[in-house]
């Protein structure tokens, strides 16, 4: 059954508009605080956001609703996702909260949901929320002396900072490295440059002045020309771009060359399994992932495992057969050694390790692979199911005859916005970059036929 308030990733959506309304926020409020209740104790939810003008808003709607079901609010301002995972364990909270659309331009928000244990909540634990959502829940509320208190929480970005820190072993320094650190105007801006600078690292820092609306602006991750530049304005070593709440993570070489984050799965994989370190004999990443990666992996007798597009979906076939790399091509790296999600901090931290270990510039240490020529266009769809029109089937299937077993092509519809993702790769760039159009022109006749 589809999901009418969940996607891929939490709830999202433009802010102030279905389903990212104060009224639906208070609501999740309700319900996952009456999801979450066990036992007698007093429970609480830590609750953080990024730097988005929505946030506010939000905020304070989920506050009334975690309230009304009893449970005490921990708030923790503008903080990156991984950085509220870790603060439900270290709080023994019941439940955490990051108020954020990650990527997406300031006008859209989310509210991503962690259980007790860190991770991202199942499937099932989110059916049980959304089917709360249109019923009346007064009746379980909490009585008017049992309801919750909110507080704001210090110290937590010291804590955080410490616990990335802690990732690398106690006598690494970073010490003569010149690096640019791109916050995105997002959640990052505090802790990113700081813990850089603790470790030793001469920190040159950019877009790191939120104003509620230039999250992600022509910045971040899915924006890393400006970080390009200043690395080479600056001459820096090495580059890092995070997102808007900091869980994903792109790096600039020296050069100003963009390594996504197959290329720094890859690095990591090859560093930890000749370390010893790497668990299950191999990595998990998604559909979307270069072939590149596989083959890079296959030669050393490593396994790419797939999963479909999510990093939680990523997360649970990790759990599930033990290993300890994982991510997506967009830099949504888990490292379960160290995070129960993606952790664009963290991330980079190993790559500067594996660098300060080799002694050579990040363009000899960070590209493991030569990528299959691989190309991602995006379609608007005007509702509908036009993946189940004949004429798009017609394309899909003669893309696929053509790209043969030297190619792949996926196709999916976006989790978080009207949109058909279509991907193919192989190893004919010009084959590849054809098929792709030649659907994305089926997708669009059958729309402008609607």
Same mark, same amino acid.
């Given at each position: 059954? @589809?999901? *009418? ?5 939490? %709830? ?6 279905? !389903? ?17 209740? &066990? ?17 506010? #808003?939000?905020? &304070? ?9 009893? #449970? ?5 301002? !503008?903080?990156?996702? +991984? @950085? ?31 259980? !007790? ?6 499937? *099932? ?43 690398? =072993?106690?006598?690494?320094?970073? $010490?003569?490295?010149? %690096? ?12 990113? !440059?700081? @813990? ?13 002045? =939120?104003?509620?609306?230039? %999250? ?7 924006? =890393? ?15 890092? @771009? ?18 996504? /984050?197959?290329?720094? #799965? ?14 299950? /004999? ?20 490593? *396994? ?56 050579? =510039? ?5 590209? *493991? ?53 279509? #991907?193919?790769?192989?190893?004919? +760039? ?13 997708? $669009? ?6």
């Amino acid at each position: 059954m @589809a999901k *009418k308030y969940f996607g891929t990733d939490g %709830i999202r959506g433009r802010a102030n508009r279905f !389903p990212m309304t104060a009224d639906v926020a208070m609501k999740v409020g309700m319900a996952a605080g009456l999801t979450f209740q &066990n036992g007698n104790h007093r429970h609480r939810v830590v609750l953080g956001k990024d730097t988005r003008l929505s946030g506010y #808003m939000i905020e &304070n709607a989920l506050v009334a609703g975690f309230c009304a079901a009893g #449970m005490d609010v921990f708030l923790l301002g !503008p903080i990156p996702t +991984p @950085a509220v995972a870790m603060l439900v364990r270290s709080l023994r909270a019941d439940i955490g909260v990051m108020i954020s659309a990650s990527h997406n331009p300031y006008h859209d928000n989310g509210i991503k949901l962690f259980g !007790p244990d860190g991770y991202k909540l199942s499937d *099932k634990i989110e059916g049980r929320i959304e089917a709360m959502l249109d019923k009346e829940v007064e009746l379980a509320l909490a009585d008017a002396n049992a309801l919750g208190r909110a507080k704001r929480v210090d110290g937590v970005h010291d804590r955080y900072i410490e616990h990335a820190k802690r990732t690398l =072993p106690r006598a690494m320094s970073l $010490s003569g490295l010149r %690096i640019v650190i791109d916050c995105a105007n997002g959640a990052a801006y505090r802790v990113a !440059p700081a @813990a850089l600078w603790e470790l030793g690292a001469e920190v040159i820092t950019i877009h790191n002045e =939120p104003n509620g609306l230039n %999250i992600n602006d022509d910045c971040g991750s899915t924006h =890393p020309a400006s970080l390009a530049k200043k690395v080479h304005e600056v001459r820096a070593d090495i580059g890092i @771009a995070l997102d808007g709440d900091a869980d994903r993570v792109v790096i600039v070489d020296e050069n100003g060359s963009v390594i996504d /984050g197959d290329q720094i #799965m890859a690095l990591i994989a090859q560093s930890w399994h000749e370390a010893g370190r790497l668990t299950g /004999g191999g990595v998990v990443a998604t559909v979307m992932s270069n072939l590149g990666l596989e083959r890079f992996l296959g030669e050393r007798e490593l *396994k790419l495992h797939r999963t479909k597009v999510g990093d939680r979906y990523v997360v649970e076939h990790m759990r599930a057969h033990g290993l300890n790399v994982g991510g997506e091509q967009s830099g949504h790296v888990i490292l379960s050694d160290f995070s129960t999600s993606g952790d664009g901090l963290v991330t980079a931290l190993q790559v500067l390790a594996c660098i300060k270990r080799q002694n050579k =510039p990040a363009s000899e240490v960070c590209r *493991k692979f030569e990528p299959v020529p691989q190309v991602l266009k995006n379609v608007r769809t005007g509702g509908g199911k036009p993946l189940e029109n004949a004429q798009v089937k017609a394309a899909i299937a003669d893309a696929e005859k053509k790209l043969g077993k030297s190619g792949r092509l996926v196709i999916r519809p976006s989790g978080t916005e009207p949109l058909i993702r279509v #991907m193919a790769e192989g190893d004919n +760039p010009d084959l590849v970059n054809t098929v792709v159009d030649d659907i994305i022109s089926a997708i $669009s006749d059958v729309r402008s036929a609607a």
